[in-house]
């Protein structure tokens, strides 16, 4: 499925580079770790009602286990797992969860994915820098605020745009999660809860790659000539506003990508995020069998991304990637006719997903 995203981009001007810009994103990581640090001497902890709490509540964790025995028996009964809490897997749609990873905040479409955990992530049945290890993996989500923190209050935006995409790597969560369990202390019960481990670890983990999609709206909103709000000021912890700065910074990055022909592979190669990640890195097909339950769900969790391509495209005249547009289209059909809307059951993403995929055709045809 869209193979074009596959491929290694050609530059035919050769591969820009923006040294203020990566300033700006090492400023914005040196947030992301002093909020870190914050939240890991806070007592903060996520709701009782939780999606993914439900899930290890279900686990056989216990101090006669190892981690990598739970990880084993996740790995087998990941799929019942997922389809307990409706979450999408090869076995089944799944439903938008209007309280999931981001607990209201918006509307998501969650994917269970196999684990990227292997026998070699373990040591004597213990889980290798289980602390660092992401098992939740954001795709897309509607945000464009700067601030590390998934469970912050919520932002104005447009109600087309509240959704997002995640993959969730349930063995791994698993595997996390007992590990934790045997490491935390038994005196200190208030800050060594499910509920504190969840938003402690798992929650944390994934910020970096949180601030990526925010990065990518604020850019994206300005290909579409939307507005895009300057942060409020963050107290808790105390942290450098770079949104203005950010937002002049991909001005220039626009300006320079309208002012070329370069091909689709190419624009995504461009597009810098955090440090290391382009945005290309969030087209990457997650581990999974590519079976029409998942399909859908891979396809729309793109969507974002694709009419960022396109557009640029469409501005810039490039008329180029023939290949490219017709596996769009040929995509976009196989989806039309397999009548993958019918399985969201949600009027308003359905809405969204058309109005984004009809304009996206328009630009393409």
Request: one cysteine or more; aromatic letters at 10%.
């Amino acid at each position: 499925m869209l193979p074009m995203f596959s491929q290694t981009p050609v530059f035919t001007r050769g591969k820009r580079l923006y040294p203020k810009h990566n300033y700006l994103l090492d400023g914005l990581e040196n947030n992301r770790l002093k909020f870190v640090e914050w939240v890991m001497g806070s007592a903060k902890v996520v709701p009782s009602s939780y999606l993914l709490v439900k899930i290890l509540q279900s686990l056989p964790i216990g101090p006669e286990k190892t981690a990598q025995e739970i990880f084993y028996y996740t790995s087998e009964h990941y799929l019942e797992l997922a389809n307990m809490v409706e979450i999408t897997s090869p076995t089944d749609y799944g439903k938008v969860h209007e309280q999931g990873i981001f607990h209201g905040r918006c509307k998501e479409l969650i994917l269970a994915t196999e684990s990227q955990l292997t026998p070699g992530d373990f040591t004597n049945g213990k889980l290798n820098d289980w602390q660092k290890r992401q098992p939740i993996r954001i795709v897309y989500h509607p945000f464009t605020e700067l601030t590390p923190d998934l469970l912050a209050d919520d932002e104005v935006i447009e109600r087309v745009s509240l959704w997002a995409s995640i993959e969730l790597d349930i063995p791994m969560l698993a595997a996390q999660y007992q590990q934790w369990y045997l490491r935390k202390i038994p005196d200190d019960v208030k800050l060594h809860t499910i509920y504190s481990f969840l938003y402690h670890y798992p929650l944390t983990s994934c910020l970096k790659n949180y601030l990526d999609i925010a990065l990518f709206n604020r850019i994206a909103r300005k290909n579409l000539g939307l507005k895009v709000d300057s942060d409020p000021i963050h107290t808790q912890p105390s942290l450098i506003n770079y949104s203005a700065k950010i937002d002049n910074s991909f001005d220039n990055i626009l300006e320079d990508l309208y002012d070329t022909d370069g091909q689709w592979s190419e624009i995504v190669e461009t597009i810098p995020l955090s440090k290391g990640v382009m945005l290309a890195d969030y087209l990457t097909l997650p581990k999974v069998p590519m079976l029409r339950q998942v399909v859908w769900l891979i396809v729309f969790s793109r969507l974002p991304i694709i009419r960022f391509i396109t557009r640029i495209a469409y501005i810039t005249g490039n008329n180029t990637d023939r290949i490219y547009r017709h596996q769009l289209r040929k995509t976009f059909n196989e989806l039309k006719n397999d009548r993958a809307l019918n399985h969201v059951n949600d009027k308003e993403l359905t809405q969204l997903v058309n109005f984004v995929m009809n304009d996206i055709e328009s630009m393409i045809s």
